[in-house]
């Protein structure tokens, strides 16, 4: 790990990991409208099933209603017309009803797949990433404030991987109580790219 971490500035291993979640929360957002689109397709029988009965109903109330003309026995020829027609329609409501479970369902699933890899941004990534800015936030107002970066230099020294001190000054740590300006800059500009930030140096 140190050996990555030598290589990818802290800048890049940031962009590269902010590049790394937009990824992952498109791909997630996709799968999951892709689950949705999936289980829709189950509710096609249903609305098929709605449409059938909705027009036998129809077409058998229309009959039902001409039968009923016929003089003298049109009353008892419409009553197997009218049973026949609200069986019909009972099979169109079942057809809605069916289609409304998948869509319930559908949502549930969308909702279900989505969970794990957001709550992983949200829960994972997110504090972390707020923790970062902040901190870095601190970090630049501090190399503007007088002293600034003799605390940031000391936060160094008291961070930051001893090979790279040892990069700055043999005795890093006696050049930085001498006060040596050159040291102090040093120092302050390395924790400032430990943090991904730029020195301007």
């Known amino acids: 790990m140190k050996i990555y971490a030598d290589r990818f500035p802290t800048a890049l291993r940031q962009l590269l990991t902010d590049l790394l979640v937009v990824v992952w929360v498109y791909a997630a957002i996709r799968f999951g409208f892709w689950v ?17 009965g909705g027009g036998l109903a129809d077409n058998l109330a229309e009959a039902g209603g001409k039968v009923g003309r016929v003089p003298l026995v049109g009353d008892e020829l419409t009553a197997p017309f009218t049973r026949a027609a609200d069986a019909a329609r009972a099979m ?14 559908a949502v549930a699933l969308t909702v279900a797949v989505l969970v794990f890899p957001l709550g992983l941004v949200l829960v ?17 107002a501090m190399s503007a404030a007088p002293g600034g970066r003799d605390l940031l230099a000391l936060r160094a020294l008291a961070g930051q991987p001893l090979s790279k001190l040892n990069r700055i000054a043999p005795d890093v740590a006696e050049a930085w109580r001498r006060g040596d300006d050159a040291t102090v800059d040093a120092l302050a500009a390395l924790e400032l790219r430990g943090l991904g930030l730029r020195t301007g140096r």
């Not at 829709?40 to 449409?51: D, I, R, S």
């Not at 169109?92 to 369902?105: I, P």
């Not at 994972?124 to 630049?140: E, Y």
């Open 92 to 105: 169109a409501d079942a057809g809605r009803d069916q289609q409304e479970l998948v869509g319930q369902l």
């Open 124 to 140: 994972g990534w997110l504090p972390l990433r707020v923790r970062w800015m902040r901190r870095a936030g601190a970090a630049k």
């Open 36 to 52: 949705h689109d999936l289980v829709e397709k189950l509710a096609v029988p249903g609305q098929k099933l709605e449409g059938a």
